[in-house]
């Protein structure tokens, strides 16, 4: 297990069954209490999918459209969540 896994961009490039076999396989991988840094192009995900695909798993400390949000470019966000379970 990992303290720190980090995704730019590449759930986002996966297609609906990818997308399922990643969940499966990759956010196990972090420890509890590990962090997981998500960037994603926000017009390639559908609305809610972040917290419906990792909402059980992690608790998600950056939304889109917060203050807090971060955005290096017109579109591209990040996510910071904190994997669930005793650390």
């Known amino acids: 297990h990992f303290d720190l896994l980090v995704d730019y961009g590449a759930l986002n490039d996966l297609n609906e069954e990818d997308r399922d076999h ?3 396989n990759v956010p196990p991988l972090a420890r509890p209490g590990g962090r997981f840094l998500l960037g994603y192009f926000e017009n390639k995900l559908e609305p809610g999918e972040i917290k419906s695909r990792f909402g059980e798993q992690f608790t998600i400390e950056t939304m889109p459209g917060e203050p807090d949000a971060r955005a290096s470019s017109a579109g591209f ?9 005793m650390t």
């Open 77 to 85: 966000r990040y996510f910071w969540m904190t994997r669930k379970g």
């Open 22 to 24: 990643y969940m499966r």
